[in-house]
């Protein structure tokens, strides 16, 4: 397995794992459903290149 698949795996899993707790927190701070996901979306964008 190249080590880009792997990351890509490693990285998957761990947001899995914390799913919920990424939900929560955009719950916390966003009401509406549409800023809901744009705020999900962000938030998995800015882990990934982080």
Same mark, same amino acid.
Request: proline share 2%; glycine share 0%; charged share 25%.
């Given at each position: 397995?190249?080590?880009?698949?792997?990351?890509?795996? =490693? +990285? /998957?899993?761990?947001?899995?794992? &914390?799913?919920?707790?990424? !939900?929560?927190?955009c719950? =916390? +701070? /966003?009401?509406?459903?549409?800023? &809901?996901?744009?705020?999900? !979306?962000?938030i998995?964008?800015?882990?990934?290149?982080?």
């Amino acid at each position: 397995m190249h080590p880009a698949e792997q990351q890509k795996k =490693i +990285f /998957i899993a761990l947001i899995c794992k &914390y799913e919920r707790v990424i !939900q929560k927190v955009c719950s =916390i +701070f /966003i009401s509406a459903q549409e800023d &809901y996901k744009d705020l999900y !979306q962000e938030i998995i964008l800015q882990t990934w290149i982080a």
